[in-house]
């Protein structure tokens, strides 16, 4: 199992440039999350799934889109990228749609909006 | 805001058991608590979670108070490769989907 990829590692983007992150799983996992980690502090949600056609919003939501087609991929838009947005981004899944045990964590995508 | 405390730093010696407190006094009595490490820039690992009682698994062991106002990670042999941001975390009060993290504790194992 290559378990939760994201791509791309590495973007640059232009302050009102729009963009897509892409996030999926293969461990046929029901939830999906989208969090940002900015420098020396803890990971906030964005948004999150429960299962296919299903999102709701996290703790930081504005700026962000998401949409979930399918059980294993979550993307997250950006429609109109702004400097508060630089961050890192990790995608994450668990097998309990319930509660949300143990989750696996994508390797991050890293955002600089200029 | 996070409903967890937790010291910003730590130093243990290599081989000896380090102890990670958390203090939650504000989560109610079905609210699990998560910990997790992230190792430099990678994707936070899952470790362990509990909600009463103690628990232990192949990474660590986690002892909750009776009164589940605070929690200890117990990493019992820690290594160089323990070295790593440690987070407790708990539900946020809208959902338990909703997992709010904290800064962490940042663990430093000295040889």
């Known amino acids: 199992n290559a378990g939760v990829t994201q791509t791309p590692k590495f973007q640059v983007l232009k302050t009102g440039q729009s963009m897509t992150l892409q996030c999926a799983q293969d461990?046929?996992?029901?939830?999906m999350s989208w969090y940002r980690q900015d420098p020396g502090m803890g990971l906030r949600l964005i948004h999150y799934?429960?299962?296919?056609?299903?999102?709701d919003q996290g703790e930081v939501p504005n700026g962000y889109n998401v949409s979930r087609s399918t059980t294993e991929d979550f993307p997250l838009r950006l429609l109109s990228a702004a400097p508060s947005q630089t961050s890192v981004y990790f995608c994450?899944?668990?097998?309990?749609?319930?509660?949300?045990?143990?989750?696996?964590f994508g390797p991050g995508t890293r955002l600089t909006v200029t | 805001d996070a409903k967890t405390t937790q010291p910003t730093s730590m130093d243990c010696a290599e081989g000896r058991a380090a102890n990670l407190p958390c203090n939650h006094s504000?989560?109610?009595?079905?609210?699990?608590v998560y910990w997790y490490r992230q190792i430099h820039s990678q994707g936070p690992q899952y470790i362990i979670h509990?909600?009463?009682?103690?628990e232990t698994n192949e990474m660590a062991s986690l002892i909750i108070t009776e009164d589940r106002k605070s929690s200890t990670l117990i990493l019992p042999h820690a290594t160089l490769r323990d070295t790593a941001v440690y987070y407790c975390?708990?539900?946020?009060?809208?959902?338990?989907?909703?997992?709010?993290w904290g800064a962490g504790t940042k663990l430093i194992i000295k040889p």
């Open positions: 975390i708990a539900p946020g009060t809208d959902s338990n989907y909703q997992l709010i």
């Open positions: 504000t989560i109610s009595g079905n609210e699990y």
């Open positions: 509990g909600l009463k009682n103690n």
């Open positions: 994450a899944s668990s097998y309990v749609p319930t509660v949300p045990y143990e989750q696996y």
């Open positions: 461990m046929n996992h029901e939830y």
């Open positions: 799934s429960v299962g296919a056609g299903i999102t």
